[in-house]
DNA sequence: CGGTTTCTTCACCACTAGATCACGAGTTTG
DNA sequence: CAAACTCGTGATCTAGTGGTGAAGAAACCG
């Protein structure tokens, strides 16, 4: 076997304010220490973080992690990000990474829970 | 590559937590007490514990340690990670080392048994 | 050999995750 | 203000996953 059991594979680790996610792996870091995420939690995390900073439709999201297109009335999307929110929150309580924009979608950025968000959102 | 460790080599030794651990010598000590360890158990805890840290799946474990491939439904790997667990938590009952990630795999990480953080409260 | 330990596999069951539904809060419109 | 939407999220149902005791088979060992 090779002398480096720490091999030189290439691991793709995405970065997210506290938060550092090993989509190869399904791990997912919050000040290093491990998230407990289901599959689907997962992957939505890793298709949100992905394109941080953008406004993703639920269509996209969906796509990306059920593979499928998403059907009228389908919530799937929202009761996941849900569920997301609620782990990213108890893991990091001071930020928020997830925020709603309605009638658009979702946009990932991590940003300190302080400032309130108000205002028309820009469109 | 290494030379055979007989002589000047450094005897090959992991550390996690109060665990000690030579591969080499199919030894595993805890807080320096020895562990009875069966060969499968023993090389599962160090395969494990070669990835501390990351999540690995139950094919790489079982490749690591059976040297062939995982059949479906051979819930081998998922025996001896129980086998090991009682022997650890014997061993030390203050820590878990041994984290299922359901779908995912087993992440190997030694971790107070103190701190209680769970994704959302149980319903 | 006979007793003991280890490995493999099976079976049962608790628990988890996924899909949906349902209710309600917050917004937008007219 | 009321109707129509958009979202958040607890609850429910079901299928699937994982934990683990136990039975046999195989390997060990004095």
Redesign the pocket.
Known sequence: MAATPTSDAPVETLHAGELEIRPDQGLALARGRAL?L????FELLVAMARRQGAIVKREDLYRSV?GTELRA????V??Y??KL??KLEAALPDRQFIH??????YRFQPQPSQDVYMG?PAH
């Open positions: 407990t289901s599959v689907r939690e059920w009335r389908d919530r799937s929202d009761v990000v849900s929110r609620s709603t924009h309605p009638g658009f979608g028309a």
